[in-house]
């Protein structure tokens, strides 16, 4: 009797890793009362059934999530450095979400899509908030995107150039990756400006998260 075929398993990975110096605690900044990464997980839950696990810190903001916690040694320099520390949690299917985004639903719905290898992101300035240039949100590796990521950044001084950042990644990976344009008002908050400036929209963010999206997959 033929076996029958596994279903492929997802992984979604809320990167919250790095140490903020110019922001700290900036993945616990109030977006119309509830911290950001409380907000995110909250969205993920809603859309996903896969398993949500947190690259933080034992400390009790983090523990207070309620959620599985994975910590790094150190937080490294930069994301990339904590995409390599990630690498034992990687699954068929593996979704990296920075931890300092606010997604609207949609953008969020999008990324937690499984792809084989896709960049979810902006190209240039929002139309919604103050940030005059292009941001990448989110990131998804099949199988076979997780062997290239690996060989890709396994040299410490591949991982550490420009700052560790994702377009490190896209620089290097992009001509073998889909492109997916999130250009709704989803951002990040990296300085306390970029928060001000989401901030302004908590009117809209209040109404998109009271629409009820679906997480059947």
């Known amino acids: 009797?033929?076996?029958?075929?596994?279903?492929?398993?997802?992984?979604?990975?809320?990167?919250?890793?790095?140490?903020?110096?110019?922001?700290p605690g900036k993945h616990?900044?109030?977006?119309?009362?509830?911290?950001?990464?409380?907000?995110?997980?909250?969205?993920?839950?809603?859309?996903t059934p896969s398993e949500i696990v947190v690259i933080g810190w034992n400390t009790d903001p983090f523990v207070a999530l309620e959620t599985r916690l994975h910590t790094l040694p150190t937080p490294?320099?930069?994301?990339?450095?904590?995409?390599?520390?990630?690498?034992?949690?990687?699954?068929?299917?593996?979704?990296?979400?920075?931890g300092d985004v606010v997604f609207s639903k949609a953008a969020l719905q999008q990324c937690l899509e499984p792809k084989k290898f896709a960049f979810f992101g902006r190209t240039g300035?929002?139309?919604?908030?103050?940030?005059?240039?292009?941001?990448?949100?989110?990131?998804?590796?099949?199988?076979r995107a997780q062997e290239l990521v690996t060989t890709t950044i396994g040299d410490a001084?591949?991982?550490?150039?420009?700052?560790?950042?994702?377009?490190?990644?896209w620089d290097l990976l992009g001509s073998q990756a889909k492109w997916l344009s999130i250009d709704d008002w989803t951002d990040d908050v990296d300085t306390p400006?970029?928060?001000?400036?989401?901030?302004?929209?908590s009117d809209t963010i209040r109404r998109d998260d009271s629409v009820p999206r679906s997480n059947a997959r």
């Open 157 to 169: 001084a591949v991982r550490q150039k420009r700052e560790g950042r994702l377009w490190g990644l």
């Open 76 to 98: 490294g320099h930069g994301l990339l450095d904590g995409i390599w520390g990630t690498r034992a949690l990687w699954n068929d299917y593996t979704t990296l979400l920075l």
């Open 28 to 47: 616990f900044v109030l977006i119309n009362g509830e911290p950001l990464l409380q907000r995110t997980l909250r969205l993920c839950r809603e859309l």
């Open 193 to 201: 400006d970029e928060l001000a400036s989401i901030q302004q929209l």
């Open 125 to 143: 300035p929002s139309a919604y908030t103050s940030c005059p240039w292009g941001e990448i949100f989110a990131l998804s590796m099949g199988a």
């Open 1 to 23: 009797m033929p076996k029958t075929p596994r279903k492929a398993r997802q992984r979604i990975l809320v990167m919250a890793q790095g140490g903020a110096t110019r922001f």
